[in-house]
Structure formats: C-alpha cells, structure tokens
C-alpha cells in the first residue's frame, strides 16, 4: 500500500522523451469505484499548491508504468517515427 504523501514526493518522469514532468500537486479518485482516476501536477520546479495561475498537466492512471522509490514512470504522447531518409548519421 502507498500513502498519498508517499506519492506526492515522487518525481514524474515521461518515458517517451525524458522529460521531468514536476511533483504531483492533486489526486482525483472516483468514490463510488474506490480508485485512483488521474493525478494533476504543474510542471517541473513549480511551487506545488502555492502555484494558482500554472499550466496544470493531467497525468491518468492508465498512463502510469512505474511507481519507484523516487520516481514516478509515465507514457504519455506519442513517439515519432522517422524514415531511414531522414536519419542522417
């Protein structure tokens, strides 16, 4: 079992592109179904509650990979493919 508090300390990190996606800042969960439906954070470095006015990102359940120790695994985007044309090495 995780603790909410536990999870906000997390860093969330998108698998797709490497960036760091900031600090957990909100926790929607659907009472009637007792489960975790999406997480809300403002961005890397922001100032977490304290921060009105920020760009907020939703980050779903269903997008979550990995939950580690410190670090919060997500999938969320989509990768781009490039043709064999456009690799220049």
Known sequence: MIRVSDIM?????????????????DIDIDVNEG????????????GGFFSRGMDV????????????????????GSERKLDIDEMKI
């Open 57 to 76: 990102d939703m980050i779903f359940w269903n997008d979550i990979l990995k939950i580690g120790c410190d670090t919060i695994i997500v999938n969320i």
């Open 35 to 46: 489960k975790v439906v999406s997480f809300s954070t403002t961005g890397e470095g922001s």
């Open 9 to 25: 300390d997390k860093e969330i990190i998108n698998v797709k592109n490497g960036k760091k996606m900031g600090f957990i800042t």
